[in-house]
């Protein structure tokens, strides 16, 4: 699907939401029978991509040789589920559409796999990346009352997860999704820290630290549900932090994989920085420099992304534009084998009272950064903007 059909797929959500905004078609008299045709943007929204047109089963293929896939988290603003605008917005600025559209899945929301979501991004042409946020509330991470890797061991959560799964399944076609996101740091209620720690004598064999144990575990435990419930369309990607907090031992993302039978990708994250007035910064190459040479010794088959990048905007250390081009001078020297793309975080979120310190990432608030975007990947060849196809 190229970017102009992409366009016209965002009309077609705009005019459908305009029509039910004005209510149903009229009924037809009571003695004719009921024969609604679908009008061409409903044919559009609900067509189910067919086998010459989109991927089947489970492999995502690897872009060509010297080729990367270019993904996007295009949120709506700080927990604000993706939506058809904001992923417009975003691909109007960078001058392509993205291979894969990430988006978190908040199990507080909704247990239910997220469907619609999944949809229209499968319908713009993208492949729907999700991240499985089983949490109880935005950043439950230090008190999380439900969703611990210990109760999801227990089973406890097995009901769901198997409905999820079948969902998932009976989407179709081709679906990334992660479980235990940059588990290595400490924000999140799955990180190791929460669950055990670097402590031994918890859970499991006495020689192993206990959170990455768990999460190992738990995370297997997930995957094999899907697996049996025949989601074979889903590519599992095991999601680092670049840096471990706390950095101690234990904590090194080698000790939370799950092993090579269990995960099809390899991705980290990576920051210049998160607010326009926080002092701590690093650069993307010392980033990949110290993270892909551990992941390619930890699983040297495994296909590599950067699941998660960018910088802020109007932060007096790190320049926002150069930060960027040097990760992407990096990514496009194409000296990482194994890199098969990355994702951009095109998020704006408020931090406190102070609006001048409002974090925005968007590509679009930033015309130097638009500029960038445009000629290092919206005008490049060898950055994809869709999933290739044998």
Request: hydrophobic content about 35%.
């Amino acid at each position: 699907m190229n970017f102009v059909l992409r366009i016209l797929a965002f009309f077609g959500l705009f005019l459908l939401a305009s029509c039910r905004e004005q209510g149903p078609n009229p009924a037809p008299p009571a003695d004719s029978p009921v024969t609604y045709a679908p009008t061409p943007v409903q044919m559009l929204l609900t067509a189910t991509p067919g086998s010459a047109t989109w991927l089947t089963g489970k492999d995502i293929p690897l872009p060509p040789e010297k080729h990367l896939y270019h993904g996007v988290f295009p949120s709506g603003g700080e927990n604000v589920v993706v939506s058809p605008e904001a992923l417009q917005e975003y691909e109007s600025a960078a001058g392509k559409q993205a291979a894969w559209v990430y988006f978190s899945h908040f199990w507080f929301d909704d247990k239910a796999f997220p469907l619609e979501t999944a949809r229209w991004i499968r319908q713009t042409g993208s492949v729907p990346y999700l991240r499985l946020m089983m949490q109880s509330y935005f950043k439950s991470h230090r008190n999380e009352p439900l969703y611990t890797l210990q109760n999801i061991l227990a089973g406890e959560f097995d009901k769901d997860l198997r409905a999820w799964c079948q969902t998932a399944r009976d989407f179709g076609t081709p679906l990334i999704a992660e479980y235990g996101t940059e588990v290595n740091s400490d924000s999140f209620p799955w990180s190791g820290v929460y669950n055990g720690g670097g402590q031994t004598d918890g859970y499991g064999n006495i020689n192993l630290p206990d959170g990455p144990e768990r999460f190992r575990d738990a995370y297997r435990h997930i995957i094999r549900l899907c697996r049996e419930s025949g989601a074979d369309n889903i590519t599992w990607v095991f999601h680092a932090g670049g840096k471990s907090y706390p950095n101690q031992e234990w904590n090194a993302f080698e000790n939370y994989y799950p092993g090579d039978e269990w995960i099809d990708w390899l991705g980290f994250s990576a920051y210049g920085t998160h607010t326009p007035f926080s002092m701590y910064y690093g650069s993307f190459r010392s980033e990949i420099e110290n993270t892909y040479p551990r992941m390619i010794k930890m699983a040297p088959e495994k296909p590599i992304i950067v699941a998660e990048m960018g910088s802020a905007k109007d932060n007096p250390y790190v320049d926002q534009v150069e930060w960027t081009r040097e990760a992407l001078e990096t990514i496009l020297s194409m000296r990482y084998e194994n890199l098969i793309g990355f994702t951009w975080w095109n998020e704006a979120w408020q931090n406190d009272e102070n609006p001048n310190h409002n974090t925005t990432m968007r590509v679009q608030d930033n015309p130097q950064l638009l500029a960038l975007f445009r000629a290092m990947i919206g005008n490049n060849p060898l950055i994809l903007g869709e999933i290739t196809r044998p």
